[in-house]
């Protein structure tokens, strides 16, 4: 698809022919939800959302038509800077500030380039992974998907905590313990929603018996990295960065710590960690 703001005035996108697939009208103002992609919104609460890797020329008629091949950041600063979109929050694309979280939707913290694998969960055991919230959001729904049948008495907890002064997590922020009985996609609703402010934290997963779900791989070496913090740029020998992940034996209560004072376990491996997502508002 192209990006053309035409002789009118008017931005419009198109396709490879150029047939005219969305004429974006009245003010409009985008957004970087992600590295890969921008909304844009116009009219009156109207908004399109469009993926970097999809576009393949912009063009400021009547100059000719330019590749593109980019990220969301470079898009948004040439719509900004050529096409006289405005950026929300201020700036022209590539900082954290112009991050826009879309209300309602299910945000795992990734971006591009991340592989979605089917592993086990490993039992008395809490497993940390972090995230990094580039926009102050509230968590109202803990998600999780499990990919093979529990068993009737199958508990799961979820949890997230802060990160600590030495980089690691401390201080338990909220929790929810979930029923995985069954093979289906659990959405739980928080007693509470948890506000995350911009930063880093840590996601804990803990299960009384050892069930299948989708996990979360890295990339393959030289590609993006996702919004994780404490990546390890290693190779195991089969092209995969690896993941830095911390342990601890704990055996299933259906709680977790308040606060995080026994010594974890770093584990660097291709494992990969389980893939919870979270319903946002803010």
Request: charged residues 10%.
């Given at each position: 698809?192209?990006?053309?703001?035409?002789?009118?005035?008017n931005v419009v996108l198109t396709d490879t022919s150029g047939n005219i697939l969305k004429a974006f009208v009245s003010v409009n103002a985008l957004d970087v939800v992600s590295s890969n992609e921008i909304v844009?919104?116009?009219?009156?609460n109207q908004w399109t959302s469009i993926f970097a890797d999809q576009i393949d020329n912009t063009q400021v008629e009547p100059a000719a038509a330019i590749?593109?091949?980019?990220?969301?950041?470079?898009?948004?600063t040439l719509l900004?800077?050529?096409?006289?979109?405005?950026?929300?929050?201020?700036?022209g694309g590539g900082t954290?500030?112009?991050?826009?979280?879309?209300?309602?939707?299910?945000?795992?913290?990734?971006?591009?380039?991340?592989?979605?694998?089917?592993?086990?969960?490993?039992?008395?055991?809490?497993?940390?992974?972090?995230?990094?919230?580039k926009q102050e959001v509230d968590i109202t729904h803990i998600q999780l998907q499990v990919t093979s049948t529990a068993g009737a008495s199958s508990r799961t907890i979820v949890g997230i905590?802060?990160?600590?002064?030495?980089?690691?997590?401390?201080?338990?922020?909220?929790?929810?313990?979930?029923?995985?009985?069954?093979?289906?996609?659990?959405?739980?609703?928080?007693?509470?929603?948890?506000?995350?402010?911009?930063?880093?934290?840590?996601?804990?997963?803990?299960?009384?018996?050892?069930?299948?779900?989708?996990?979360?791989?890295?990339?393959?070496?030289?590609?993006?990295?996702?919004?994780?913090?404490n990546i390890v740029s290693s190779d195991t020998g089969a092209g995969l960065n690896i993941y830095e992940r911390y342990r601890l034996s704990y055996t299933y209560t259906g709680?977790?710590?308040?606060?995080?004072?026994?010594?974890?376990?770093?584990?660097?491996?291709?494992?990969?960690?389980?893939?919870i997502t979270f319903k946002i508002d803010y």
């Amino acid at each position: 698809m192209n990006i053309v703001k035409q002789s009118t005035g008017n931005v419009v996108l198109t396709d490879t022919s150029g047939n005219i697939l969305k004429a974006f009208v009245s003010v409009n103002a985008l957004d970087v939800v992600s590295s890969n992609e921008i909304v844009i919104k116009y009219g009156f609460n109207q908004w399109t959302s469009i993926f970097a890797d999809q576009i393949d020329n912009t063009q400021v008629e009547p100059a000719a038509a330019i590749p593109f091949n980019g990220d969301a950041y470079e898009l948004a600063t040439l719509l900004s800077s050529d096409f006289f979109f405005e950026v929300s929050g201020g700036g022209g694309g590539g900082t954290t500030s112009n991050f826009k979280y879309i209300k309602g939707n299910s945000i795992s913290f990734l971006e591009a380039n991340t592989v979605i694998a089917i592993r086990t969960f490993l039992l008395n055991e809490i497993i940390f992974y972090p995230i990094e919230v580039k926009q102050e959001v509230d968590i109202t729904h803990i998600q999780l998907q499990v990919t093979s049948t529990a068993g009737a008495s199958s508990r799961t907890i979820v949890g997230i905590y802060d990160n600590g002064t030495d980089g690691l997590p401390t201080n338990l922020l909220t929790s929810l313990e979930i029923s995985t009985t069954t093979n289906s996609l659990f959405s739980d609703a928080l007693p509470t929603p948890q506000t995350l402010s911009v930063g880093t934290y840590w996601v804990a997963v803990n299960t009384n018996i050892s069930y299948s779900a989708y996990c979360l791989r890295s990339a393959t070496l030289g590609s993006l990295q996702n919004t994780f913090v404490n990546i390890v740029s290693s190779d195991t020998g089969a092209g995969l960065n690896i993941y830095e992940r911390y342990r601890l034996s704990y055996t299933y209560t259906g709680t977790l710590p308040a606060t995080i004072t026994s010594p974890l376990t770093l584990t660097v491996s291709d494992y990969a960690n389980p893939f919870i997502t979270f319903k946002i508002d803010y």
